[in-house]
C-alpha cells in the first residue's frame, strides 16, 4: 500500500496512540497522512499534511 499524499510504500504502519489501537486507520510516517483503505476507497483523514 502507498501513502495516498506522497506515495511512500516503506512507512505505512496501522495508526497506534497513547489512547488505543485505531482499527483500519493507516498512518505514513513520511508525511504523517492519516487514512481509512476502504474496499473502493481511500478516505483521508488529515487534509493538512505538511
Known amino acids: 500500500m502507498n501513502c495516498p499524499i506522497?506515495?511512500?510504500?516503506?512507512g505505512i504502519e496501522i495508526d497506534m496512540h497513547s489512547d488505543?489501537?485505531?482499527?483500519d486507520i493507516?498512518?505514513?510516517t513520511n508525511c504523517n497522512a492519516l487514512w481509512i483503505a476502504d474496499t473502493e476507497d481511500i478516505v483521508l483523514l488529515n487534509k493538512h499534511v505538511a
Open 20 to 23: 488505543g489501537y485505531a482499527r
Open 6 to 10: 506522497c506515495n511512500n510504500s516503506t
Open 26 to 28: 493507516m498512518e505514513c
